[in-house]
């Protein structure tokens, strides 16, 4: 298995040289923007176990903010701070460098932390002395007034060149209600009403809070309701709150835990093809194309890609645009046979240029008219386009038909724009 920080680097590369490689109808670009997502905000890595001691502490010079005492879990999280005085240099253990916790440990103070007059059950707690390297992680299930829920901690080190935690983009997560606020200290907490299933606004509750110190350590509290994760399929509320989770996440009993991981390995960041199209640029390239007058809003975009609402004043519409400039496609692997729902036109322009026109229902939830043109040039460029009566793909309906015609869809995709700036 690659390791957690290794694999995030990795991905965005071998997505851009893979592109090619997958049948075009339809243009896979919802999946294109979950990965995305799920890159930028990597919430839950350490509950599977894919983290490695990349993912280490920094010189922790910066002040922490305490919850409530141990003990207690009130319903905000208490502002009080508290300063770290010794800024920590070392991944040895040292006067300096506590020694790390164990895994019990760590789940004690979770528990702790928990409202009294509850029961703990099905409890489990690993760090870096029980063989995770560089990260804690702490799993129980609660049961309170209030319910029962599944709830798991993890604390890791983001490095300085990694993204503070934020909202996902709404057409990865349609039915998320997300903040994101600086705290007194300069840290920063998210918090999110979510469910198990993305595409959902229905079934097994997950609510989560993620905080990023200044020196860039990160806490994650989430809490299944009911359960363990995808374990129930009722619609129960969750047992805690989001201010108590928040509490949680923000305890300076955790300060400790932070001191004891070893210095993050610095690594080069995300590797960009070196013809790809800036994200600025993405929005601004689509931008010019929509028609004017619309209002443009939930913009999410990297190099070669772009999503974004558009309104045209009956409804937020989800458009997105894949550029892959090296696709090793052929135009064999455009044929309107491999669609099996909705219409397909396929065109051959004169420069030998093959798009690909369809229109039908969302494959996953079926609730959308999703409408695309898949481009493929002669040399072996790709633009891929997607327009839906959404803002997100398995989001809800939110107007009739998209915005755009499947005319105007096609335009997009045959402009110039997306390779005149390579």
Not at 186 to 201: E, H, Q, W
Request: aromatic share 4%; with cysteine; hydrophobic share 35%.
């Amino acid at each position: 298995m690659l390791h957690d920080e290794e694999f995030e680097r990795r991905l965005p590369a071998a997505l851009n040289s893979t592109l090619g490689e997958f049948r075009p109808p339809p243009p896979d670009l919802a999946q294109a923007g979950a990965v995305r997502g799920r890159r930028m905000r990597r919430a839950r890595a350490v509950r599977v176990g894919a983290v490695t001691a990349a993912t280490a502490l920094a010189a922790m010079g910066g002040t922490l903010l305490i919850g409530p005492p141990q003990g207690t879990a009130a319903s905000t999280p208490g502002p009080a701070r508290l300063e770290q005085t010794t800024p920590v240099h070392s991944a040895s253990p040292s006067a300096s460098t506590p020694a790390p916790l164990s895994g019990t440990e760590v789940l004690g103070i979770l528990a702790r932390l928990l409202p009294q007059g509850g029961k703990v059950s099905q409890t489990s707690g690993q760090g870096p002395a029980d063989g995770l390297p560089g990260a804690y992680r702490a799993a129980l299930t609660w049961t309170g007034p209030r319910g029962t829920a599944a709830v798991d901690l993890s604390i890791l080190q983001r490095g300085p060149q990694d993204d503070v935690a934020g909202c996902l983009p709404v057409q990865v997560r349609p039915y998320d209600q997300c903040t994101r606020r600086t705290l007194a200290d300069g840290s920063v907490l998210v918090t999110t009403k979510s469910f198990t299933y993305p595409s959902n606004n229905h079934g097994q509750r997950r609510w989560y809070v993620i905080l990023t110190t200044p020196s860039h350590a990160e806490i994650t509290v989430e809490e299944f309701a009911g359960g363990a994760e995808k374990a129930v399929n009722g619609n129960a509320q969750p047992a805690l709150s989001i201010d108590q989770l928040s509490s949680i996440a923000t305890s300076g009993d955790w300060r400790r835990a932070i001191s004891s991981l070893p210095a993050p390995v610095d690594h080069p960041g995300v590797p960009t093809d070196a013809d790809a199209v800036p994200a600025a640029q993405m929005i601004e390239h689509l931008t010019r194309l929509l028609p004017p007058g619309g209002e443009l809003t939930d913009k999410d975009a990297g190099p070669d890609f772009v999503a974004l609402s558009y309104n045209d004043g009956r409804g937020r519409s989800l458009v997105q645009v894949q550029v892959s400039p090296h696709t090793e496609l052929t135009g064999d692997w455009y044929d309107c046979s491999r669609v099996k729902t909705g219409t397909c036109t396929l065109q051959t322009l004169s420069d030998g240029t093959k798009v690909l026109l369809t229109q039908g229902p969302d494959e996953k939830t079926g609730r959308t008219v999703v409408r695309q043109a898949d481009v493929l040039h002669p040399d072996g460029r790709r633009v891929a386009v997607l327009v839906c009566n959404s803002y997100s793909q398995g989001g809800p309906v939110t107007r009739p038909e998209p915005a755009l015609s499947l005319e105007q869809v096609r335009q997009i995709g045959l402009s110039p724009r997306w390779t005149a700036s390579r």
